[in-house]
């Protein structure tokens, strides 16, 4: 089995070749520090949502102890300081993915607000009656219903890139898919249920070639791969500042530039404007056009120390920290009696998915929270993957670089203790 | 891990792995679809009247050991009570589960619902714990088909 190891990684680490240290990392994060229900916190949740760094945590507090004002048009320090620092993560994440150019890189809520921003501007502008959007089975639903709501209002269809036994999508049923029809394809990077990595850039090739445009939901992709938007040639990009170590409600959309300047925006008010009058209103300029008013500051500042803070550890070193977790932890969760993986690609990333002979996911949630074991039961918002496995939820335990061996050891320990407990 | 045991008790893991009354009704005066959209968990409650007492009732479907279990212990109870009885019976195992009791903490007229107590340890689990009864009070009120748990 081969693991979370980018598949698009022209660019050569800045890192060196040192192993990740992780009792170090582990000092950064305060929240893991402590016990739950009397036992040390041992969180396998990432990938509904990461833990955040001291760097994070001191970020925000920093700024609004001394550097709190709104930004834009402001006269005096504190709103030059705001915006400076605000701009500056927008560098910092065009660094990030490897974008063209800064005004390609648009703040948003989150990937469930991308998607939603690319849905209604780009989609609305592109997609008319008898169309096609082609999604996959994998897709979280703030994948799906976006492009449902778009389909609906159209008169458009949704099609869907099915899967194999393993998790993965079947790139021959993608390629018959596509068709003149087809107006956009948007699909996931690496499931969050399933784990796995999907070939994006062939998929995109391959759209391409038609000349079909493609997005791409990155929010499990984001804190695992190093990214690179220009060698990928996504025409979107979008994840989640929280899923990164970073403040819940900010995140990032990247388009092309020719893309975005075509757009309509999103939502109207102050920010986004050049010049309004009541007869005419002029559109700022990008990525402000989909800035609409007064942004998530903090959110931003602290994404940009979220970023700092990953760049700093090295997404290779990451990678090959989470690969080798991976490893031992398809290892011993397979070597458990009644416990079967759920989406088992060749290339994924480190989330394992499974359900246990007899017992409901929610009873092994609970159990292994009994013991500070926090876990995520349920259908992960993507209710058609369980449909495919015929199962009603799973048991996922999701990794970050903070995880360690002993934590594999303490959940392996923890699940026999269910076939205890529910005897 | 006490409270584990508590809510986890062998009566509960009985109910759980032999249900009682896991029957459709083919008959039934009432069929309710009872859906926790926040596991997929899904039950068929079947309810059947003589006058306004209880006179059969059965579920089926799939979830967790705590809806399952709950879903057993409450068809047992409410058989031959009456519409009055039953809804009573609700509130008190709302206010149960939930913590929310006014005054003493005394169950015993709740009989083996008793042993749902320990839910109340585990606020996520609370919707587990009443997807039947819900489910229960839409049959006796014969409103809706199909309840959720939100
Ligand atoms: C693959 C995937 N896409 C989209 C989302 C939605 O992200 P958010 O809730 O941050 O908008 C998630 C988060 O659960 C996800 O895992």
């Known amino acids: 089995m081969t693991t979370a190891k980018p598949a698009e990684s022209p660019r050569p680490s800045l890192t060196s070749e040192a192993p990740l240290d992780v009792q170090r990392v582990r000092r950064d994060f305060p929240i893991l520090q402590q ?31 001394k550097e709190n004002s709104n930004i834009h048009r402001g006269v005096h320090y504190l709103s030059e300081l705001a915006t400076t620092k605000y701009e500056a993560t927008r560098s910092t994440v065009k660094r990030f993915i490897n974008a063209g150019e800064e005004r390609e890189i648009v703040f948003v809520r989150g990937t469930t607000e991308g998607l939603n921003l690319v849905a209604q501007s780009f989609g609305r502008q592109r997609v008319g009656e008898g169309d096609e959007v082609i999604i996959s089975t994998m897709e979280h639903h703030s994948n799906i219903v976006p492009w449902q709501m778009l389909c609906e209002e159209r008169g458009a269809r949704l099609r869907v890139i099915p899967i194999n036994d393993d998790g993965e999508l079947l790139l021959d049923e993608y390629e018959k898919l596509l068709s003149p029809r087809t107006k956009l394809v948007s699909v996931v990077h690496v499931s969050n ?37 220009q060698d990928l040639d996504c025409d979107f990009y979008t994840f989640s500042g929280h899923k990164l170590f970073g403040p819940t409600g900010i995140g990032v959309l990247y388009g092309k530039a020719e893309h975005l300047e075509a757009m309509p925006p999103y939502q109207g008010g102050g920010d986004m404007i050049k010049s309004v009058t009541f007869e005419k209103t002029t559109y700022n300029d990008l990525p402000y056009k989909f800035e609409a008013g007064t942004p998530h ?108 061996k002993e934590e594999i050891d303490a959940l392996v320990e923890g699940i026999h203790h269910v076939s205890e407990v529910m005897g | 891990m006490s409270e584990l045991r508590e809510l986890y008790q062998e009566i509960v893991l009985d109910h759980n792995s032999r249900p009682r009354n ?122 809706e088909a199909h309840v959720t748990t939100e």
């Not at chain 1, 070639?209 to 929010?219: H, L």
């Not at chain 1, 159990?367 to 993507?382: F, K, S």
């Open chain 1, 35 to 65: 016990q739950v229900r009397g036992r040390p916190l041992v969180y396998l949740d990432n990938a509904a949502t990461s833990q955040k760094p001291h760097q994070v945590i001191d970020t925000l507090t920093r700024y609004y102890t």
């Open chain 1, 193 to 229: 249920s399933l784990g796995t990595i999907n070939p994006i850039k062939r998929i995109i090739e391959t759209a391409h070639a038609q000349g079909v445009p493609v997005a791409i939901d990155g929010a499990q992709a984001a804190p695992h791969l190093r990214l690179d938007v």
């Open chain 1, 297 to 404: 500051i903090a959110g931003v500042i602290g994404l940009g120390a979220a970023i700092d803070y990953v760049e700093g550890i090295g997404l290779d070193r990451i990678g090959a920290h989470e690969s080798e977790l991976l490893r031992y932890g398809i290892e011993r969760l397979s070597a458990i009696d009644g416990l079967k993986l759920i989406g088992t690609a060749g290339h994924k990333a480190s989330i394992l998915s499974f359900v246990l002979d007899g017992v409901h996911p929610h009873d092994v949630g609970s159990i292994l929270d009994g013991e500070g074991i926090a876990i995520r039961t349920g259908h992960h918002c993507t209710q058609p993957v369980m449909e495919r496995f015929g199962i009603a939820a799973t048991a996922r335990a999701s990794l970050a670089f903070y995880n360690t």
């Open chain 2, 22 to 143: 896991f029957k459709e009704i083919e008959d039934a005066d009432r069929v309710v679809e009872g859906y926790n959209p926040l596991c997929g968990d899904k039950i068929m409650l079947y309810v059947k009247f003589e006058g306004d007492t209880i006179a059969d009732i059965g579920f089926q479907g799939t979830g967790c050991a705590i809806s399952r279990a709950s879903a057993s212990l409450m068809t047992q109870q409410v058989k031959g009570r009456n519409v009055a009885q039953a809804e009573k019976l609700f509130d008190r195992f709302h206010e149960m589960v939930t913590g929310n009791v006014d005054g003493d903490l005394d169950f015993e007229d709740l009989g083996d619902l008793e042993v749902m107590a320990g839910v109340s340890n585990f606020p996520s689990r609370v919707k587990c714990a009443t997807l039947s009864w819900h489910s229960l009070r839409s049959a006796l009120k014969s409103q």
